[in-house]
């Protein structure tokens, strides 16, 4: 039989233990490891619901928020004459610190997290500059061309994605995967011949946003 494996400490190895202990060893209570769900937050909000509610929830709030601020922003710059995308794009940045900083800190949705390293720090950092670069182009795209055609052409990413896979990692998907891929660039094409609203350099700013998307992935 295998004995349990305790923790001892040698009387007097320790300037704080009693002088006047009668035992030659004093067993340390060594407290149990918290698990995931009390370091994460047992009490977070989402605790009481079932895991698929919650993410069919987050889901359905991507979606509407999404929609929500992509047709704003087409309201703003195309109908009521706002001119500076790069501004609205800082305050969509600021906006999303802000709630960020409140579901960590004060409704403890996700754990906090640090970074550990410089390298940490300028990765982050490059794929922050990614992101505000492709939000601006998309912003911007929508001064020139309808929401429609720009989703269309944001439908694009998975292709733009396989490419930037290839550059970078040198990693080849099937070829079923490049010629599911095909039919949507096609489609992105005929779309555009077609467009009554088309825009040559909406169109390419709105290129430049989905390849910066798919850069980020």
Same mark, same amino acid.
């Given at each position: 039989m295998?004995?349990?494996?305790?923790?001892?400490? *040698? *009387?007097?190895? /320790?300037?704080?233990?009693?002088?006047?202990?009668?035992?030659?060893?004093?067993?340390?209570?060594?407290?149990?490891?918290?698990?995931?769900?009390?370091?994460?937050?047992?009490?977070?909000?989402? %605790?009481?619901?079932?895991?698929?509610?919650?993410?069919?929830?987050?889901?359905? %709030?991507?979606?509407?928020? /999404?929609?929500?601020?992509?047709?704003?922003?087409?309201?703003?710059?195309?109908?009521?004459?706002? *001119?500076?995308?790069?501004?609205?794009?800082? =305050?969509?940045?600021?906006?999303?610190?802000?709630?960020?900083?409140?579901?960590?800190?004060?409704?403890?949705?996700?754990?906090?997290?640090?970074?550990? %390293?410089?390298?940490?720090?300028?990765?982050?950092?490059?794929?922050?500059?990614?992101?505000?670069?492709?939000?601006?182009?998309?912003?911007?795209?929508?001064?020139?061309?309808?929401?429609?055609? /720009?989703?269309?052409?944001?439908?694009?990413?998975?292709?733009?994605?396989?490419?930037?896979?290839?550059?970078?990692?040198?990693?080849?998907?099937?070829?079923?995967?490049?010629?599911?891929?095909?039919?949507?660039?096609?489609?992105?094409?005929?779309? %555009?011949?077609?467009?009554?609203?088309?825009? =040559?350099?909406g169109?390419?700013?709105?290129?430049?946003?989905?390849?910066?998307?798919?850069?980020?992935l």
């Amino acid at each position: 039989m295998v004995e349990a494996q305790t923790w001892t400490t *040698r *009387r007097m190895s /320790n300037p704080r233990l009693e002088s006047t202990a009668t035992a030659d060893h004093q067993l340390l209570d060594i407290p149990a490891t918290p698990t995931a769900e009390v370091r994460n937050g047992i009490y977070s909000v989402g %605790s009481h619901l079932s895991p698929n509610l919650l993410t069919a929830l987050i889901i359905a %709030s991507w979606f509407m928020s /999404n929609i929500g601020v992509l047709l704003l922003n087409k309201y703003l710059l195309s109908f009521y004459g706002y *001119r500076y995308p790069i501004f609205l794009t800082m =305050l969509h940045m600021i906006s999303c610190a802000c709630y960020s900083y409140v579901a960590i800190n004060f409704l403890e949705i996700v754990p906090r997290q640090h970074i550990l %390293s410089r390298k940490q720090f300028f990765k982050i950092f490059a794929l922050s500059a990614i992101f505000c670069f492709s939000v601006v182009c998309g912003n911007t795209s929508l001064r020139y061309i309808p929401v429609s055609f /720009n989703q269309a052409i944001g439908a694009t990413t998975p292709f733009f994605t396989a490419i930037f896979a290839f550059l970078i990692t040198c990693k080849k998907e099937s070829a079923e995967v490049y010629c599911a891929l095909l039919p949507v660039v096609f489609g992105i094409v005929l779309a %555009s011949n077609s467009e009554p609203l088309f825009n =040559l350099f909406g169109f390419l700013v709105c290129v430049g946003s989905t390849a910066g998307r798919a850069l980020n992935l």
